[in-house]
């Protein structure tokens, strides 16, 4: 079903390019297209049973969930950690994960999965991220190793099992000084740096500046991004298909269905 409706997709998309340089009216097609771009997006995340009355499914049908009618609100400050945690992270998502990769003052190496990530300004390039402390307090040794040296590459995995992997690897706490690097495929780098030659783009960032959150353990560091990383099939790419976060602890594709361009400067 899904491998059909994107061909229809595609070749709605070929029509209205047809219809547009010979100068006529494509509004059926372009409806036709977001029509099928809509349900494709409903087969893909398993919504199509809402469409019918269930009688036919084996899988009773799912309704939309929506503010309307009764409302449950939830006090965010009478949560323990872990139920706050879970409800942010229901709702605020997916998020982009990212391997951070930094090194110490020692020059030992290390790399850590962070979902914190965020663009804050294109010009100048800034991104945030938030970095937590363990359960005894001490601070991350990402946090750590950029007090020494400022430098870092945030990596972007690829969509799939073999990706999630290396997070499962690498998000255990361990001993600082031990690398999360070993047992990880990489190469190195022009100066002998590890480098994750298997993701799906990197950037390479230089810290500028870190702050104190309010009320929280958490330090808030913002980086300049120097340098963007991309394989050059890449470089004219709308967005990647990128390893993302869904929810508390699930890892998933970045959405890849049901779209709409939405014209930011009338904003």
Request: charged share 25%; hydrophobic share 40%; glycine share 4%.
């Amino acid at each position: 079903m899904a491998a059909f409706l994107e061909r229809c997709i595609a070749y709605a998309a070929s029509s209205i390019e047809r219809k547009t340089e010979r100068g006529e009216d494509a509004a059926d097609w372009e409806a036709y297209r977001a029509h099928t771009a809509f349900a494709l997006d409903e087969v893909r995340a398993g919504r199509l049973d809402a469409w019918f009355d269930g009688e036919d499914s084996t899988e009773p049908a799912r309704t939309p969930l929506r503010l309307t009618g009764e409302r449950s609100v939830t006090r965010l400050d009478q949560l323990e950690h872990r139920e706050r945690a879970r409800l942010l992270a229901s709702t605020i998502s997916p998020r982009p994960l990212v391997l951070v990769a930094t090194t110490d003052a020692s020059g030992r190496h290390n790399l850590a999965p962070m979902t914190s990530l965020s663009v804050v300004s294109n010009s100048p390039p800034l991104v945030v991220m938030s970095l937590s402390s363990d359960r005894e307090g001490r601070a991350r040794d990402t946090l750590l190793n950029l007090r020494d040296r400022p430098s870092a590459t945030l990596y972007l995995l690829m969509s799939g099992p073999d990706d999630a992997a290396l997070v499962e690897h690498t998000a255990p706490n361990v001993p600082r000084g031990t690398s999360e690097w070993d047992g990880v495929p990489h190469t190195v780098d022009e100066e002998g740096v590890p480098y994750l030659d298997r993701a799906a783009a990197a950037l390479r960032v230089t810290m500028v500046e870190e702050r104190a959150l309010p009320d929280a353990v958490a330090r808030l560091v913002i980086f300049n991004v120097d340098e963007v990383h991309l394989p050059p099939s890449a470089l004219e790419a709308e967005a990647l298909d990128v390893l993302c976060q869904h929810g508390l602890d699930r890892l998933m594709a970045s959405p890849t269905g049901w779209s709409q361009v939405v014209d930011h400067r009338s904003a």
